[in-house]
């Protein structure tokens, strides 16, 4: 993929670095190679392209943002995906963290992401196709739904990462995933902060801490 002009990519590059050097990834993770490949300053709007490797969520349309770089990475992190895996995204928005996924699970995964706005949907959709992500070589699917009920037409899934929060974990979500997959999702009231939880089919759960989301809209919301 192509890594924009050369402020961009420096940028990238350190931005990538203080993730690595604060914990949250590491050098020889699939996530480290992948923060370094997508140019996150495509999918901001274009008025704040500057401030695209500032480690801090970003408005998009209407209410809908681009998460910290710094909660993407740890999220990305909790899913434990690797090549040629099979993954859910639910509130894609602008697509970066479809592209991100998609550098993570290679060729031979397949990466589905749910958008509820029709705009962010087939902007989406354009923005990938454009950067390569939709051709034959990265397999990416972006439907315009109802994210909490899921897409059973491509489960079982291997992970499930929910980019807004929901008050309560959706049950067809949990219904989707294969047998050891995992669930990332932001749970609580929208007054402030949720918690990232991480759900196994198997019951088991834990914590990645608060942070701040936009409400999940829909049925599940």
């Known amino acids: 993929m192509s890594g924009g002009p050369a402020n961009f990519e420096s940028e990238r590059r350190l931005l990538v ?35 695209a490797y500032q480690d801090t969520a970003l408005p998009l349309t209407g209410s809908a943002t681009i998460s910290q770089p710094t909660t993407i990475a740890i999220m990305l992190e909790a899913l434990e995906l690797g090549k040629g895996k099979k993954v859910l995204e639910v509130g894609s928005g602008s697509g970066y963290v479809l592209a991100l996924l998609s550098e993570i699970v290679g060729k031979s995964g397949r990466v589905t992401g749910i958008e509820i706005s029709p705009e962010l949907s087939e902007r989406s959709k354009a923005l990938l196709a454009r950067l390569g ?5 990265h397999v990416v699917e972006v439907v315009n739904s109802d994210g909490g009920a899921g897409f059973s037409r491509n489960a079982p899934y291997d992970a499930i990462l ?19 997959g995992r669930l990332v999702v932001p749970v609580g009231s929208f007054s402030w902060f949720q918690e990232m939880l991480v759900f196994r089919k198997d019951g088991k759960c834990k914590s ?14």
């Open 208 to 221: 990645l801490g608060r942070f701040a989301f936009v409400p999940l809209v829909g049925k599940e919301g």
């Open 133 to 137: 992500f939709l051709d034959k070589t």
């Open 17 to 51: 670095k203080r993730l690595s050097e604060s914990g949250v990834i590491k050098e020889s993770d699939p996530v480290f190679n992948a923060l370094l490949k997508v140019p996150r300053e495509e999918f901001v709007l274009s008025w704040m392209k500057q401030l």
């Open 162 to 180: 929910v980019s807004a929060a929901a008050r309560k974990v959706p049950e067809a979500l949990l219904k989707q995933l294969k047998k050891n």
